[in-house]
């Protein structure tokens, strides 16, 4: 009985040591597979990080959950629910986007900005300030917009545009960040930092000499304004094309605005061609320019007190008929009227007003109705749950009429304010959309002419086609007037580095 007890005990060990193997056998195996799956999946996220930074993505067509662009750079659409996944093939001719690989250099410092104005004065801005990072090879911290100008609107730079596509777009260029690192940001905080103005109208080589300096010094230096910074010419080549490149690529709004923008021009293409109406005739530019041309008493006081009321409009003091003699002024409702009448429009051609509130609402645009019939506004071909999200949003509302302004058959602006200037540029950049340059000056001049019966109206129609002939977006070289830049060619209204060159004949008969 002992010896087979023993027998027993020694047959119990031995099945155990067998068993421990056995089990060690299957963790070291378990261990080799999680080791592999890890590095395997390690080498992936590499090899597809370097694809994005120096090439067309490897393992092209995958859709990758590394992009920041989703919806462009894939080659699927993935929608599903709890219980399954519906996978739907894009269209072959559809190229998965690549985005440049990210310029590498040595990092200056930091640069913040604070745009001021409406939007189309913070968008050139904005392709300035990404130019000037540029060259002096510092890292830009997302714009931020101006929320305490008369518009109050409380729109930050990603509610209009598309953030993401901002930076990636760029990064071949400068370095954008959102915000500025933890460190840095804690130092700002507390206010160590530099802020300053720039000067108007400066030539690159004062943001070199005067400006990198400090931010070497402080690591973070904030520009409080950011209008005209930058010289309209004298600019090398390279910091001229990546304004443009800026301004017609990499500022794209938002996927909402942009689909608002699309439904707008389906709606007036279903009805034919159109003509966008820059009508500047709200309160605040009639207030600040201080014309006031066809208002009656009561209105000239409100427009006078509000233009006192804001102590950044430094000219308080205005004598109103001299200066829309000057051609300083936007054109009235009733002299647009006579003016697209004189240019042969076509009464019954559909005009969208892209415009905040005219002043004077439906009393001041009854000639302007009663001549085209066919007057629309975005709240009047859209829902009101359409713009739900757009009110009190003065910018979002602009780049709304900026995408229709963009695909309009015909572009007047009524007054040479920066979106007038702004889209001017970029339809030239369209191939050289139609856009109507009114010569304000010499308008009011034929229209008064007109209304005293010095002139007939084949006499006045004839003299306003002629005079207006070759105003139509014609490629011209900017004028340059050195020491003057206010008085000369807006870079953004005729970006002529950007454009396709006509040829010089063609050029010589439209100067």
């Not at 995958?62 to 699927?76: H, I, K, L």
């Not at 709304?400 to 015909?410: A, R």
Request: glycine share 6%.
């Amino acid at each position: 009985m002992g010896l087979k007890g023993g027998n027993i005990i020694q047959h119990s060990r031995v099945e155990k040591f067998k068993n421990s193997m056995v089990s060690r056998s299957k963790m070291k195996l378990w261990m080799i597979r999680a080791t592999t799956s890890v590095m395997l999946w390690i080498c992936l996220v590499q090899l597809t990080a370097l694809g994005e930074s120096f090439g067309p993505r490897v393992l092209k067509g995958w859709p990758s959950c590394f992009s920041q662009d989703s919806g462009s750079g894939s080659s699927a659409t993935v929608t599903g629910s709890a219980s399954a996944l519906d996978v739907k093939s894009a269209p072959e001719d559809v190229p998965a986007r690549v985005l440049p690989p990210k310029r590498v250099y040595k990092n200056n410092g930091y640069l913040m900005v604070s745009c001021n104005g409406g939007l189309n004065q913070m968008r050139a801005a904005i392709c300035d300030m990404v130019a000037i990072a540029r060259h002096l090879n510092v890292t830009l911290i997302v714009p931020e917009l101006d929320k305490t100008s008369f518009w109050a609107d409380p729109s930050e730079f990603q509610d209009i545009f598309d953030v993401d596509h901002f930076i990636t777009s760029l990064r071949d260029e400068v370095r954008i960040l959102k915000e500025l690192p933890p460190r840095l940001k804690e130092r700002v905080e507390r206010g160590l930092f530099y802020t300053m103005p720039p000067i108007s109208w400066s030539d690159i080589s004062y943001y070199e000499n005067q400006i990198l300096p400090l931010i070497r010094k402080y690591k973070v230096v904030h520009l409080n304004r950011t209008d005209t910074r930058l010289a309209n010419n004298g600019q090398p080549l390279e910091l001229q094309k990546l304004r443009c490149r800026v301004n017609f690529s990499a500022l794209k709004f938002t996927p909402q605005i942009e689909e608002l923008g699309r439904k707008v021009i389906k709606l007036l293409r279903r009805k034919g061609p159109f003509i966008v109406l820059h009508l500047r005739y709200e309160m605040d530019m009639l207030a600040f320019s201080g014309c006031t041309q066809g208002c009656n008493q009561e209105e000239v006081d409100e427009l006078t007190r509000m233009r006192y009321a804001y102590p950044w409009w430094k000219e308080k003091i205005i004598n109103s008929d001299l200066k829309r003699k000057d051609g300083l002024c936007p054109l009235t409702p009733e002299e647009t009227a006579l003016t697209l009448r004189a240019l042969d429009i076509d009464h019954n051609i559909q005009i969208y007003i892209a415009a905040g509130e005219i002043y004077g609402g439906e009393r001041r645009l009854a000639s302007l109705a009663a001549a085209y019939p066919n007057l629309v506004r975005k709240e009047t071909l859209l829902d009101p749950s359409d713009l739900r999200f757009f009110q009190n949003h003065s910018s979002q509302m602009a780049a709304l009429d900026y995408l229709v302004s963009l695909e309009s058959d015909i572009f007047v602006p009524t007054y040479d304010g920066n979106m007038a200037k702004v889209v001017e540029g970029h339809r030239r950049y369209l191939e050289y959309k139609k856009t109507i340059l009114l010569d304000r000056k010499l308008l009011v001049d034929l229209i008064d002419q007109y209304n005293m019966g010095s002139l007939t109206w084949d006499e006045f129609s004839a003299a306003v086609k002629e005079s207006h002939s070759e105003r139509m977006g014609n490629p011209v070289k900017r004028v340059v007037i050195p020491d003057r830049p206010k008085e000369e060619d807006y870079f953004y209204a005729n970006p002529w580095e950007c454009l396709q060159q006509p040829k010089e004949d063609d050029l010589l008969s439209n100067m």
